[in-house]
Nanobody, 123 residues
């Protein structure tokens, strides 16, 4: 079992930055890939980024490549999503998810999920 709690969301102006954090408790985080997804009202859920349990490999959605960076600190059981050059279309509820081993695109294949943190990009 893994419990996930996100933090770091808020209101930011276009072009600004935020760092989201995903705090894990329970099982050893080393074994889990952590994915960030987001969902805005009226829109489909979108994969933002994922980091595998080992190497670690990182993956990004096309809409955030070059602007977002995912990282992890297994000793602290933390995963971070650094978001730069934010745009209004980045506005959404962001949540982190966990599954053993490797990343997959489908959020339904992640076994654990946090409650989410709201990111609003607006002037």
């Amino acid at each position: 079992q893994v419990q996930l709690v996100e933090s770091g969301g808020g209101l930011v102006q276009p072009g600004g930055s935020l760092r989201l954090s995903c705090a894990a408790s329970g099982s050893n985080l080393d074994y889990y890939a952590i994915g960030w997804f987001r969902q805005a009202p009226g829109k489909e859920r979108e994969g933002v980024s994922c980091i595998t349990s080992s190497d670690p490999g990182t993956y990004y959605g096309d809409s955030v490549k070059g602007r977002f960076t995912i990282s992890r600190d297994n000793a602290k059981k933390m995963v971070y999503l650094q978001m730069n050059s934010l745009k209004p279309e980045d506005t959404a509820l962001y949540y982190c998810t966990a599954r053993p081993g490797y990343c997959v695109d489908d959020s339904n294949h992640y076994f654990f999920r946090g409650q989410g943190t709201q990111v609003t990009v607006s002037s």
